[in-house]
């Protein structure tokens, strides 16, 4: 039976963790992107003596480094720590933000703030790369693996570096059908990818993608094998870590749970399918998908930093973060989870069909599906709208789902399994004041109550929906149902009609006579 802890004495027990970082300089690429924002917040948080956080930012839509950095701080995942801490002011005097940008060569930085990195840095956290699985190859290659390189030459000069943490994928060598905590060869070549692209044109580099891709379903696993592969090349020449988290979902416990800034992946899904623009899906039900909460892997980057610094576990170089051996979710329950939620607790605004549908184990029945219930529909409400002169949406809409789908079916038809030994060893190191404040475990957790926590988020912060709409939603959303209902009543009654009609105007075949 598991020993209670009384709050006196958890607070009793010393953080290890939060002094590992305690007056050493970190330098994070990538803290502007979801992953990143997670981890930046949580060093300001757990750690308020860390010296100073060193944040790569570039400058996006007109707005200056710090400018971005005070509209991130101002989001509702900061309220906590501003709250903690006395404000923004106090938060960004943590931070030395450096202008540049991983795609750029030599990151564009300039030459004060990349001495400042190489005299400064004690810690090198590279989180940057771009996420979208159907970036063109060549960009995907200058952040991916081209940055990573950039970034590696960097730490490499750093005087003061006593860990280089690389953030990988569980999803990179999608050959392995069981993914060990050990490196695996690349798909090619780094350096020559990277000197191709650099050469190439666009059209040409459209042209050899799918040969440099062969089988790997996507620009990310591809460049991201890579990347991964030039931290190996390294792995004798400074202190590293790889880490590699699977798929990475919205906060489940700490700051805010169930925030995401994105719709990427099953939050993305539960949107589609609570507004009724997602009514099939081609899928095995029963497999699933391995997913990890953003906190749970930030806990896990901060946990590896002081097991790799402060216990001199240096014959350890790589971690796979992952849920599946613990957790086990079919996409089936999933969609099951989430349905039940958004049509009985936490209903959607401007829901377009009352959520419903299937997964589709034949792709045929998938596509008829879609043509019925996806773009027909979609055409005919947008040529209603055209007539009432509005903007026509819902075609544009389905364009983007059947982008998705075309890269979302390959995951969820396939089947891929995970040792992550060394991440649960890493587990029992901890005192229970750690295992509390950076959970790393699946002991306690409400699969029902965390959907909850994502949908009402997504509502929140991405489809702006204020909780006072929820009851009218509510209402819409019992309109809808029997909407659906009498469709559905009209489509049988009139397929019925039409198959009776049918056969009764098809002439009977009548032997012919024999005359003798």
């Known amino acids: 039976m598991e020993t209670t802890y009384s709050a006196e004495e958890l607070a009793a027990m010393p953080d290890r963790i939060a002094a590992t970082f305690s007056n050493r300089s970190v330098f994070v690429t990538g803290g502007t992107g979801f992953m990143g924002k997670v981890l930046v917040e949580k060093l ?24 971005r950095m005070e509209d991130t701080l101002n989001d509702p995942l900061f309220e906590k720590v501003r709250t903690m801490r ?40 590279h989180a940057a790369a771009t996420i979208r699985f159907d970036e063109e190859l060549r960009k995907a290659v200058f952040l991916n693996v081209r940055g990573t390189k950039l970034v590696l030459e960097l730490g490499k000069q750093c005087k003061r570096l006593l860990l280089f943490v690389h953030i990988s994928t569980a999803y990179c060598h999608l050959h392995e059908k069981l993914l060990e905590e050990k490196p695996y060869p690349p798909p090619a070549d780094p350096h020559k990818i990277i000197q191709i692209m650099e050469w190439m044109d666009d059209a040409t580099v459209a042209a050899v993608t799918p040969f440099l891709l062969k089988k790997l379903p ?20 400074l202190p590293i870590g790889i880490l590699r988290p699977s798929i990475v979902i919205p906060i ?29 899906m081609y899928c095995k039900s029963n497999s699933y998908a391995d997913y990890l909460p953003v906190d749970i892997f930030i806990n896990g980057i901060m946990i590896c930093c002081w097991e790799f610094i402060e216990q001199g576990i240096h014959n350890i170089k790589v971690v796979n973060f992952t849920s599946s051996a613990e957790v086990k979710i079919t996409w089936e329950e999933m969609i099951e989870a989430g349905r039940e939620i958004i049509l009985n607790k936490v209903p ?72 992550s030994d060394i991440a649960q060893k890493y587990r029992n190191d901890l005192n229970p004041r750690e295992r509390l404040e950076y959970k790393v475990d699946a002991s306690g ?8 926590d994502c949908i ?26 029997c909407v659906d209902k009498l469709f559905r009543i009209c489509f049988w009654a009139l397929l019925l009609y039409w198959i009776s009609g049918w056969f009764s105007s098809t002439p009977t075949a009548v032997p012919e006579a024999i005359s003798t």
């Open 348 to 419: 959607l605004n401007g829901v377009a069909w009352y959520p419903g549908g299937s997964m589709k184990h034949s792709r045929l029945y998938h596509n008829i599906c879609v043509l019925l219930f996806h773009w027909l529909p979609a055409i005919l409400v947008d040529c209603l709208l055209w007539c009432l002169r509005y903007e026509p949406v819902l075609c544009r809409v389905q364009r983007r789902v059947t982008k998705g789908f075309e890269v979302f079916e390959y995951y969820t038809n396939n089947q891929w399994d995970f040792h």
């Open 218 to 237: 996507n620009s990310y696993a591809f460049t991201k094998a890579l990347g991964e592969a030039l931290i190996v090349e390294a792995l004798d020449i």
């Open 445 to 452: 957790v409400d699969i029902s109550r965390y959907f909850e």
């Open 86 to 125: 006395g404000g923004i002011e106090p938060l960004l005097e943590k931070m030395t933000l450096i202008a540049g940008d991983a795609i750029e060569p030599d990151l564009g930085l300039s030459p004060a703030d990349r001495q400042k990195i190489i005299e400064e840095a004690d810690i090198i956290i």
């Open 456 to 481: 009402l988020a997504a509502r929140r912060y991405i489809l702006k929906e204020t909780d006072d709409t929820i009851p009218a939603a509510k209402r819409h959303m019992k309109v809808m149902w």
């Open 44 to 67: 300001l948080r757990k750690c308020p003596d860390i010296k100073q956080i060193l944040l790569l930012v570039r400058q996006k839509k007109g707005k200056t480094p710090r400018q």
């Open 252 to 280: 489940y416990q700490e700051p805010l749970p169930g925030w995401t800034d994105n719709i990427n992946g099953p939050a993305g899904l539960l949107i589609g399918a609570g507004k009724g623009v997602i009514r099939s």
